[in-house]
């Protein structure tokens, strides 16, 4: 099972940040957060992730609290592109591991 | 980042025959190439971890004879179905573990399978 709860649907209006949020409570010291996306009928995307400082990419920035409990990814201005199913996952050190996908957020960006 | 093709994209078979879809690592080499199913409207499910020189290893209620892993070499893993139903109709994506720093697994584009 997911580890990660996230609200299932969100809008967002075109050039506006969007913030999606990440619930992960159980999360364990050695657990990384994800984030991939996925845009309609094609395959994950990675976006970014984090251990507990706040990281910054290209694509978008991840803020992780300080109790770990929660995250919240952020595309700074969003674009009709950037539709898409959003999902948080976490997971342990080490490329071998496998990714456990939730349902994720469906992010609408509205011109 | 790492680049994954498959192929076919799409495939449209009659049941009752085998369909072989190609998972390939176009600038590094992975030593494990995973293999997930995505039914309409939902999440993507894991099937099967695959890694090269060794048999996959399959997921609870995956059916290893049915779903045929192969991984001969380090940029090429193969998923067969066999004796495809109906049911099997699914998008199957392929995605490559890339050790060292970034430790993330990068994503085909996917195989979208029909059968009739």
């Known amino acids: 099972d997911a580890k990660t709860t996230q609200p299932p649907s969100m809008d967002c209006a075109e050039g506006r940040a969007a913030n999606l949020p990440c619930n992960h409570s159980?999360?364990?010291?050695?657990?990384?957060v994800y984030w991939y996306r996925q845009i309609h009928s094609q395959g994950p995307q990675y976006i970014i992730h984090?251990?507990?400082n706040n990281e910054t990419n290209e694509m978008a920035s991840l803020i992780i609290t300080e109790d770990r409990k929660s995250s919240t990814l952020i595309l700074p201005h969003a674009t009709l592109r950037d539709t898409a199913v959003y999902y948080c996952?976490?997971?342990?050190?080490?490329?071998?591991?496998?990714?456990?996908f939730g349902k994720g957020t469906k992010l609408t960006v509205n011109p | 980042g790492a680049v994954v093709s498959q192929h076919p994209s799409w495939v449209i078979c009659k049941s009752g025959t085998s369909v072989k879809i190609e998972c390939r690592s176009l600038d590094f080499q992975a030593t494990t190439m995973f293999w997930y199913r995505q039914f309409p409207k939902q999440s993507l499910m894991l099937m099967a971890t695959?890694?090269?020189?060794?048999?996959?290893?399959?997921e609870q209620g995956v059916e290893k004879d049915k779903f045929l892993i192969n991984h001969a070499s380090l940029t090429l893993s193969t998923l067969t179905v066999t004796s495809a139903h109906p049911e099997d109709s699914s998008f199957y994506i392929c995605?490559?573990?890339?050790?060292?720093?970034?430790?993330?697994?990068?994503f085909g584009p996917g195989t979208r399978l029909l059968v009739l």
């Open positions: 984090g251990l507990k």
């Open positions: 995605s490559e573990s890339i050790q060292g720093a970034r430790e993330t697994q990068y």
């Open positions: 159980t999360i364990s010291g050695n657990e990384y």
């Open positions: 996952i976490v997971r342990s050190k080490g490329g071998s591991e496998k990714l456990v």
């Open positions: 695959s890694n090269e020189g060794s048999k996959a290893t399959y």
